[in-house]
Nanobody, 122 residues
Framework: VQLQASGGGLVQAGGSLRLSCAASGRSFSSYAMGWFRQVPGLEREFVAG????????TYSDFVKGRFTISRDNAKNTLYLQMNSLKVEDTAVYYC????????????????WGKGTQVTVSS
């Protein structure tokens, strides 16, 4: 599966953005999906994950209650709605896929998309 994230940009603190991740290839619904982010000089960190059907979602504590992950299997697309953005949310955001739902715990995704930059200004 090939992944392409989009929707990043510059937003003021307190604002919102919605990231999208378009997947090409077959059987999107057979992949569990996740969002990760990385700040230069730091390790990539897990943000949110969603199971094959979308019935199960997980979030890191630092985004819980502010971000919502969702998927549309008919459109082969993954989303991340980000509300109440903080300056510390500034990072490159990556979407990822794996056959295993271990991705919901942040474990090694098999497939990565190119990232999209999110910058939150104060």
């Amino acid at each position: 599966v090939q992944l392409q994230a989009s929707g990043g940009g510059l937003v003021q603190a307190g604002g919102s953005l919605r990231l999208s991740c378009a997947a090409s290839g077959r059987s999107f619904s057979s992949y569990a999906m996740g969002w990760f982010r990385q700040v230069p000089g730091l390790e990539r960190e897990f943000v949110a994950g969603i199971g094959w059907s979308g019935g199960r979602t997980t979030y890191s504590d630092f985004v819980k209650g502010r971000f919502t992950i969702s998927r549309d299997n008919a459109k082969n697309t993954l989303y991340l709605q980000m509300n109440s953005l903080k300056v510390e949310d500034t990072a490159v955001y990556y979407c990822a896929a794996d056959r295993s739902e271990g991705i919901l715990s942040g474990y090694g995704p098999m497939y990565w998309g190119k990232g999209t930059q999110v910058t939150v200004s104060s």
